[in-house]
């Protein structure tokens, strides 16, 4: 039987701020959505528009989240604000290269992508935004 996850939550990634851990584990659901969707043992047509849904779905939110952190940033006069937002909107453009290269049949594998977002998103977690929440967490004291 095929995992149904590919990452779990796990204390060590939380940054301290409840909302922004909370999109955090909503971002990991996400990325195990879509590993699940590339495990449906279903016609590649139909496994293709699942996997394309839920991509959109972390489109989304993503772009949600990211709006949520960068809110916060601003109004907290974060140093780091303008590499942070850099790194979301490289994420982002790169996220948008990958599907198009789906959808252009070049990424032979939907497993690789799901590997990218979860690799992306856990080191992101690790080091950006245990800065940032650190740095948010000591000037809101």
């Known amino acids: 039987m095929a995992k149904s996850a590919i990452v779990e939550w796990d204390d060590a990634y939380s940054i301290g701020i409840e909302l922004i851990d909370e999109q955090h584990i909503k971002l990991i659901e996400l990325t195990n959505k879509l590993y699940t969707s590339c495990a449906l043992d279903q016609e590649k047509t139909k496994s293709d528009t699942i996997f394309l849904d839920v991509i959109h779905e972390i489109i989304d939110y993503v772009t949600y989240h990211f709006t949520t952190e960068e ?65 948010l967490l000591e000037i809101n004291r």
């Open 71 to 135: 809110r916060a940033m601003r109004k907290n006069n974060y140093p780091g604000y303008k590499i942070h937002k850099q790194e979301h909107e490289n994420f982002a453009k790169e996220v948008l290269a990958k599907v198009e290269e789906f959808n252009l049949r070049k990424i032979n594998s939907s497993l690789s992508f799901v590997h990218y977002l979860k690799d992306w998103v856990l080191n992101h977690i690790a080091v950006n935004d245990k800065k940032m929440g650190a740095y």
